[in-house]
Each structure stands twice: as structure tokens, then as C-alpha cells.
């Protein structure tokens, strides 16, 4: 007897793809300074550690805000009756807030079009069932974040359909691009109900020039269908040009109370910009009341606890804090991010520019033993399994061109990435090395035990430079 369901078990889902098959192979030897020097390092998950002492010492000096309590005294029954899917109103209005500063107050939110969600995946798919039946399609532009084939596709049957974008102009939407994708979802027979973007972008780490949005504009504008604007990233910008929401650009064009406005909605959450994945607080913006309507009745099936709603409205409606955090965070992570490229740098590794977000778009395609997808894949396993790096292949991204990895960054401790890079170069080497010496290709290279040595050697060498720096 089948005892698990169809839509159980269809393989929509993406968990056999190479994004999620590294995170599981990372889960059987994470690495750990100390306890397990040699094991593989998380390159692959794009969360934000920088900035917890931030967030800690908040705490510590609300602790109010923790235990259930309004001026001194306890609500922690209001709190565990409260759930409204409306949400609680002093959350709403601290995240509106929280957006429009993100955004320079150029724009302003309305918390009556806010609509909670558990995380952003969840925002992302709520808007998928409200907004397309079954076969109906979205176009996203590639690379794009390998979560989404498992959140806008498992659940609902919504159908992606890529946008090919490409290195040769730092993979930028074009209209060529987009109508080329529109016609091939037509000749599948596929009904495009709108275009799904992420602003910054994941996988990239860059942020969306005004001319793509304007692009965007115009073509959703003339086919008459949605744009879902994810900009989860929108508070993780830390260097220029600044971040441009799609709401600044339609009020620009004095779009404000036309069609096309009501068929813009824009994904947020806090699993970036304050780095709590783990409190799943995601938002919904549509400018249509209709959208919001729907989505509210959806979000019962994942709703934000009240506590947690409660404590963030606290830290967000101190306002002096939010921007104190913000501020230093950014400084963080821009830092980070140059360390990264420049560990990369020596290794003779390239990335694309990026300005945002907690990884780097980083080209490998001179470390291929040929132009194809295999090859990505192979190279991919030797830094995971040899090179005992966790790094996301661009293939799980739907990249067009071989040889591009998002790497992460902001997911571990300095010296930890530190190690990273020289594993990286040393790898770059002796790979290098052996083909000048032999001719051979990539493929033939096989040197187990000579990979476990330099990989103890860097462990030994990371601890001593360390000692040296903290003497
Ligand atoms: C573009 C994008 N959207 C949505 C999500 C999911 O976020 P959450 O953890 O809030 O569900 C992620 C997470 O990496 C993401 O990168």
C-alpha cells in the first residue's frame, strides 16, 4: 500500500538538489575548531552571525520586552490567547516603520497592507495560491534562490519559468530576456500570471539598477500581470549604489492608484536584516485589498507567535537601537564581504561586484575541466567532500553558465573564514600545479590522502596564527 501522498512525495520539492544534498553532507562532519578541525565548513547557508552581541545586549537591558511584560507588568496571558491573524498592531506598525527607513522614508508602508507570515517562504508561497491556479506560471530571473522551487512550486503546482540571464552584462534582467521567456512558458502552453524578482538579489548579492525596474514596470504593465518584489535582503545593502525598492520607482512614476500598482506586492522578513531566521517572521505587502484580504485567511496556517510578535514590536519601536544596529551592522558584514573577496583574490579566484546580501557570487569557470554542467559538478564535490567546503553550485541556482558558486560569508567567525580561503587557494594550487606538471585534466586528479593532509596542516596553521594574533 502507497502511504504517503502524491503531492507528498512529488519531486517538485527540490531535496535531491545539490543545494540541499551539501547541506546534509555538511551535517555528517560540520566542522568545529577544536572538536573537529577538519570537517566541512558552512559556505552554503545564507544567514547573518555578525551581529548577535548587538542584539544580546538589547536584551539584556529589556529584559521586559522577554518576559511578557508592559510597563513592569505581566501580559503573558494576553499574549498566549492572542492569535489574531491579523496580527498585533504594534508589530505591524514597528516592521512598517522599520521598512520605510530601510528605504531612506522615501516610501511609506501602510500596516493595514501588511499581512504576517511564518518567514518569508511562507509569504512567498501564500502569495503563489492567492495569485495563480494550478499550471499557471511566474518567471523568475536565473540565478535565483534554489528555495524557491520548493516554495513556490511543491505546494501550489505553480510553474517556473526562468528568465535566462547571463555574465555578459553582470546577469541583468533585459527585455529580450524576459519576452523570450514569456514565449517559451506560451508554447508550453502555460498562462504567465506574473514575474517573482529578488531585490537584492539572491543569489547575486546585488541590488537591481532603476532601469530593470522600470523594465519590469512597463512589462508587467502591458501584459497585465503581477510582480512579487522578495526583498528580505532590502536592510543587508551595505555598500553602493543604494538599494531601490520597487514601490520608490512606481511612486516616481506616479503610479500610485493605478492597475498596476495593485498588482505589486513585495516580500520582507526578518531573517536577514536582523539575522533571526529561527523566529520565522515574514511579511506580505500588497497595495491591493483584495491580495491582502486573501492572504490573511491563509496565514492561520502559519502564523507569528504572539510572543515573538510582541518582543520584536519592543525592539523595533526603539528606534534609537534599530538604526544604531542597522549602521553597525552594515559596517560588519561590508567588511566581511571584503575579506572574502579578497581571500578569494589570492586564491586567483574572481567574483561579480556585489554590494549586498551575506554571500558572493564567485566564478570557478577556469576550474572546470570543461564548459558543461558536469563539470560544475565535479569540481562541486571535490571543494565539499575534499576541499571540505559547503559552497551552493550555480546549477542549484538555474544558472545558465557553468562554473559560478554562491558562497556565503557571514555564517561563522573570522578565522573560520580565514581557513576557508586558504583551503581554497591551496586547493587552487595544487590543482594548478598538477596540470602544468602532468597535462592531465581535472577528473584525473585523485590525491584523497594528500587533500587530508593539507587540510590538518591549514587546521594547525589557522590555531597558530590565531595564538600569534591574540598574544
Ligand atoms: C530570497 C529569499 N527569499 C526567502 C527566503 C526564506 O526566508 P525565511 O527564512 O524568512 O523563510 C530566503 C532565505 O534564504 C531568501 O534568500
Not at 110 to 115: I, K, M, R
Not at 180 to 202: D, F, H, M
Not at 214 to 234: A, P, Q, W
Not at 358 to 385: G, K, P, Q, Y
Request: charged share 25%.
Amino acid at each position: 500500500m502507497v502511504l504517503l501522498s502524491r503531492k507528498a512525495t512529488f519531486n517538485s520539492h527540490g531535496q535531491d538538489s545539490s543545494y540541499f544534498l551539501g547541506l546534509q553532507e555538511y551535517e555528517k562532519n560540520p566542522y568545529h575548531q577544536l572538536h573537529n578541525p577538519q570537517g566541512i565548513i558552512q559556505m552554503g547557508l545564507a544567514e547573518n552571525q555578525l551581529s548577535f552581541d548587538l542584539l544580546e545586549s538589547w536584551l539584556a537591558k529589556n529584559p521586559d520586552a522577554v518576559g511578557c511584560k508592559r510597563d513592569g507588568k505581566s501580559i503573558f496571558r494576553e499574549l498566549a490567547l492572542f492569535q489574531d491573524y491579523h496580527g498585533l498592531p504594534e508589530f505591524k506598525k514597528a516592521l512598517v516603520d522599520f521598512m520605510a527607513e530601510i528605504r531612506g522614508n522615501k516610501v511609506t508602508f501602510d500596516p493595514n497592507h501588511v499581512v504576517l507570515t511564518a518567514g518569508a517562504t511562507s509569504a512567498n508561497e501564500t502569495l503563489m495560491f492567492c495569485l495563480a491556479e494550478q499550471r499557471d506560471a511566474f518567471l523568475l530571473p536565473t540565478p535565483y534562490y534554489p528555495g524557491f522551487d520548493r516554495d513556490l512550486k511543491w505546494r501550489t503546482g505553480v510553474e517556473i519559468v526562468p528568465i535566462h540571464c547571463t555574465s555578459s552584462n553582470r546577469f541583468q534582467i533585459t527585455a529580450s530576456a524576459i519576452e523570450e521567456a514569456y514565449q517559451r512558458a506560451r508554447k508550453q502552453n502555460l498562462r504567465v500570471k506574473g514575474i517573482l524578482i529578488t531585490n537584492p538579489s539572491n543569489p547575486l548579492g546585488t541590488t537591481m539598477t532603476r532601469a530593470e525596474l522600470d523594465l519590469l514596470i512597463n512589462f508587467i504593465t502591458d501584459k497585465e500581470i503581477h510582480l512579487i518584489s522578495d526583498e528580505i535582503y532590502s536592510g543587508t545593502v551595505f555598500s553602493s549604489p543604494g538599494f531601490v525598492s520597487i514601490m520608490e520607482v512606481l511612486k516616481e512614476r506616479n503610479l500610485e492608484k493605478t492597475e498596476v500598482w495593485d498588482r505589486v506586492h513585495i516580500v520582507y522578513g526578518l531573517s536577514k536584516d536582523l539575522g533571526l531566521p529561527g523566529f520565522r517572521v515574514g511579511a506580505i505587502y500588497s497595495n491591493d485589498p483584495t491580495v491582502v484580504s486573501a492572504a490573511t485567511k491563509m496565514s492561520s496556517f502559519g502564523l507569528v507567535s504572539s510572543q515573538t510578535q510582541y518582543l520584536l514590536s519592543v525592539m523595533l519601536s526603539d528606534k534609537k537601537f534599530r538604526n544604531y544596529y542597522t549602521a553597525k551592522n552594515l559596517k560588519r558584514l561590508q567588511k566581511r564581504q571584503r575579506k572574502m573577496v579578497s581571500g578569494l583574490e589570492k586564491a586567483g579566484i574572481g567574483c561579480l561586484d556585489s554590494n549586498a546580501g551575506l554571500f558572493c557570487w564567485v566564478d570557478m569557470r577556469h576550474l572546470l575541466s570543461s564548459n558543461t554542467f558536469e563539470a560544475e559538478m565535479e569540481l562541486w564535490e571535490r571543494i565539499v567532500c575534499d576541499v571540505k567546503l559547503n559552497i551552493s553550485p550555480g546549477s542549484s541556482c538555474h544558472c545558465s553558465e557553468p562554473g559560478w558558486f554562491r558562497v556565503c560569508f557571514a555564517n561563522m567567525s573570522e578565522d573560520t573564514l580565514k581557513l576557508a580561503m586558504q583551503r581554497l587557494k591551496s586547493f587552487v594550487n595544487s590543482t594548478t600545479s598538477s596540470k602544468n606538471k602532468s597535462h592531465r585534466d581535472l577528473k584525473s586528479l585523485t590525491k584523497e590522502s594528500h587533500i587530508e593532509k593539507w587540510i590538518s596542516r591549514l587546521s594547525f596553521l589557522s590555531f597558530h596564527d590565531r595564538e600569534q594574533d591574540e598574544r
